[in-house]
């Protein structure tokens, strides 16, 4: 590889676990971050320099010889001003995923994991298994995999393997999905998020297309019709509950903290399995990670052995604390299956949820507004609460005609308690205020560091009894 490596945006997370992968391979990393520039997350960019890596504003002037390598997220503008520095001084710029695929593509073995929900979770149930089987994988995931973060490693959503086995999520919203060549190829699920019903099933069919074996749920639509599209030597189907799948889940148990159900394999044998990981979206989520490795190879009774300790993934359902009575949960969902998944898995047991869901972006309300309202309005108990601060705006063309009262509102007209607020302040002194002992504060959205943040405040706010 080439030495000289600067990530622009490196705190992201997306961008943080490559610049590591690359420079256990011997890259030289710099980089730079707006969030550094307006002082958010500090102990983040402390982290990156005490393990090497050399920061600069977000300026340019990090970006001096022809011989560095310049890694932009997607969009390459000439208006980043490092972007415009590597014009300049003629240094090659990739794209993360051109960077990332050709990591994956170089690895005799790999696998991909897609689908619109459930792939951080999958990627690491994924790697947990492979480490645990001794398999040495290198794995790149979105999110932070509890089972590798320590004290040393705060921000694992990387792990650092050897070369011959690339696991990786993939993406399919910006299609960059069409430049990975999996050996095995996982799809939780397809339905709408960011394009068109056609170019999904373009992007998945070319997906599975390419790989020997691919890893299909069939209690969904989309990837059922895949199933059936494919050889049958080349499928390894999952299901909650449907006989003919190759790996099948029933009598599915919610527990405290995690789910239990027994597992059939087609034509094999029975596993009681209990996993530390709520929800019946985690059961189908173990199933697509049990089969990939069974497809590289790893026994069944090693992997459910494995699975049966994954920890979880940072922000998926995470309890950040307990206050008078009052749990607050820290939650990446942000689309309406995510929201679904979570407000079905949270309604499992009793109390009345508090919700706090920050759009990330004014595009997205828009684009979903009926599927939001009827998400929540349908799912929402009687005393439930939904309170909404306006979407993250980063600036910009973005057509604003939609904002979060527009979803209140609508949830509000279907007989549900929904409130949108000015801001994010606004609606923490709200929760605070109508916290009471059994209630639980899920704090939900994608995009922004600074609500793992607001979470942990609100903890330290709520009256202590």
Not at 58 to 77: F, H, K, L, M, P
Not at 144 to 168: C, Q, R, T, W, Y
Not at 191 to 214: C, I, P, V
Request: aromatic share 6%; net charge negative; hydrophobic share 45%.
């Amino acid at each position: 590889m080439a030495n000289d490596y600067f990530f622009c945006g490196i705190g992201g997370s997306g961008m943080l676990p490559l610049a590591m992968i690359v420079q256990a391979r011997g890259g030289r990393i710099e980089g730079s971050d707006r969030s550094r520039d307006q002082g958010r997350t500090p102990e983040k960019f402390a982290w990156l320099e005490a393990h090497g890596v050399t920061l600069h504003p977000q300026d340019g002037s990090g970006v001096t010889r022809a011989d560095q390598t310049v890694v932009a997220t997607g969009a390459i503008e000439d208006t980043v001003p490092d972007i415009g520095a590597a014009k300049r001084a003629g240094a090659r710029i990739v794209t993360r995923p051109e960077l990332l695929s050709q990591l994956f593509n170089a690895a005799p073995t790999s696998i991909g994991v897609a689908g619109t929900s459930g792939k951080s979770t999958i990627t690491g149930m994924i790697a947990w298994i492979l480490h645990q089987a001794g398999r040495a994988p290198t794995v790149m995931n979105g999110a932070v995999m509890k089972n590798f973060a320590d004290a040393d490693h705060p921000f694992a959503s990387a792990l650092i393997g050897g070369p011959d086995l690339f696991v990786s999520e993939v993406d399919e919203s910006d299609g960059s999905i069409a430049r990975y060549d999996p050996t095995v190829a996982v799809v939780s699920n397809i339905s709408l998020d960011h394009k068109s019903m056609e170019e999904l099933r373009d992007l998945f069919g070319g997906f599975t297309g390419r790989a020997a074996k691919a890893v299909l749920n069939l209690d969904n639509r989309e990837t059922q019709a895949l199933a059936q599209s494919l050889p049958a030597d080349k499928v390894i189907t999952f299901a909650l509950g449907e006989e003919s799948a190759t790996l099948n889940a029933h009598d599915l148990e919610p527990l405290p903290t995690g789910m239990g159900f027994t597992l059939t394999e087609l034509g094999g044998a029975r596993h009681a399995v209990t996993l530390n990981v709520p929800g019946a979206h985690n059961v189908a989520n173990a199933l697509a990670a049990l089969g990939a490795v069974r497809a590289i190879g790893v026994p069944l009774g090693e992997a459910v052995a494995a699975v049966e300790t994954f920890a979880g993934i940072r922000r998926r359902m995470e309890v950040v604390g307990t206050a008078g009575g009052v749990t607050v949960i820290d939650d990446f969902a942000h689309n309406p299956d995510k929201i679904a998944a979570t407000l079905k898995t949270l309604h499992a047991f009793d109390g009345r949820l508090l919700i706090l869901f920050q759009p990330h972006g004014f595009g997205p309300l828009r684009l979903m507004q009926a599927e939001f309202i009827d998400g929540f309005a349908g799912l929402m108990r009687e005393d439930d609460v939904l309170l909404m601060p306006e979407p993250v705006y980063f600036g910009g063309t973005t057509d604003r005609s939609v904002g979060s009262e527009d979803i209140a509102s609508g949830v509000r007209a279907a007989g549900r308690a929904a409130e949108a607020l000015a801001t994010r302040e606004a609606c923490g002194d709200r929760l605070i205020e109508l916290a009471h002992p059994g209630d639980r504060i899920i704090v939900m959205g994608a995009r922004d560091d600074t609500l793992s943040v607001f979470a942990e405040e609100l903890v330290r706010h709520l009256p202590s009894a």
